[in-house]
Every structure is written in C-alpha cells, then in structure tokens.
C-alpha cells in the first residue's frame, strides 16, 4: 500500500505531535511536494548544528513507503503519491529520510562521511496528528529535533505562501 511500511519499527527516537486546521487531503499532498523538493535540491545545505565536521554540506534522499518497500521521491513516486492522496487522504505517510554528509577536501571536492538513514511515520488526524522519528544508523549528527523543524518549516512556509493556517508543533 503506497504511503505505509509494514515493517516500520515499534520504538521512536521522538515523536512530534503537531495541529493543524487545513484538511489532512490537501496537508499530506503539501507534505509529499515540500519532501520531493529537498531531494532534488542540488545545492547541499549547510546545518549549525552539525558540529562534528567543519565545512560540512548535507544532502537528503528521501522516499516513499509502498508496502515492504521505499521508493525515490522522484517526479513519477511525486505524482503517484499525489494521485492516491487526491483520491483518499492516508491515515499513516511512511518516509525514509536518508541525510548525506560531504566534507569540503580542497577547492571544489567533497568527500562523503557515513550517512544517517532515518524513518519517519506522519499520523494524520481531523485536527493534527504527530510525527514519529526512528534513527535507524549512523552517527547521527543531523539531530531529529532539526530534521523535524526543517521539515515543518518547509511546509509551513508553503501554506503561508497559499495563505493557508500554518502547522504548529504542541509537543516534543
């Protein structure tokens, strides 16, 4: 089924939970473009709060549940998300969210460093619903709180833009 993992782990590293007063059809479909924008984003990103490495730049590929499977955000998994939330909003949204390191070696080369693979659940009710992070390996030093945040940022900066009411984070 297309937006679940069926073996997404029981634990969580965190669980966000967060309200919202925009329909859950038209929050998910915000969420699936906001995830698809930073996989293609080519330029990395720069993050304080990656510490353990000066000159640092971080980079996501993320994907889309589908049963035992996760599949690239690209454009086709984009549009097919969309289509199936146009149909009926989900419930549960299962993402993989893999963070990319590259350490500046010299003038234009980057070197990669072990990479963090993260899950995370979107639990969708009427009113809010709650984002379940699971740190699955690596170093970790993109910290979930700043994965959440960025993410939530993102999606609230797209509802600003369709003048839409903004998400808010309750609980961490």
């Known amino acids: 089924m297309l937006g679940r993992y069926e073996n997404f782990p029981e634990m969580r590293h965190a669980i966000v939970q967060f309200a919202n007063q ?3 059809r038209e929050l998910q479909k915000i969420i699936v473009k906001v995830l698809h924008r ?11 709060s990656v510490k353990s490495v000066q000159n640092c730049n971080v980079r996501f590929d993320l994907g889309i549940a589908d049963g035992l499977a996760f599949n690239y955000l690209d454009q086709e998994v984009m549009k097919l998300s969309l289509d199936s939330v146009s149909k009926a909003a989900h419930s549960i949204l299962d993402v993989i969210c893999i963070v990319r390191y590259y350490k500046k070696i010299g003038g234009r080369r980057y070197r990669p460093l072990r990479f963090d693979y993260y899950m995370m659940r979107f639990r969708f009710s009427e009113e809010g619903g709650n ?3 699971y740190h699955e390996k690596g170093p970790r ?3 979930i709180d700043d994965l959440v ?3 939530v940022r993102r999606v609230n900066k797209e509802l600003a833009g369709s003048k839409r009411p903004k998400i808010t984070v309750t609980q961490i």
């Open 22 to 24: 925009i329909p859950t």
């Open 141 to 143: 030093r993109f910290q």
């Open 131 to 133: 984002i379940g992070v």
């Open 38 to 48: 930073l996989n293609t984003t080519q330029r990395g990103f720069k993050f304080s």
């Open 149 to 151: 945040a960025l993410i």
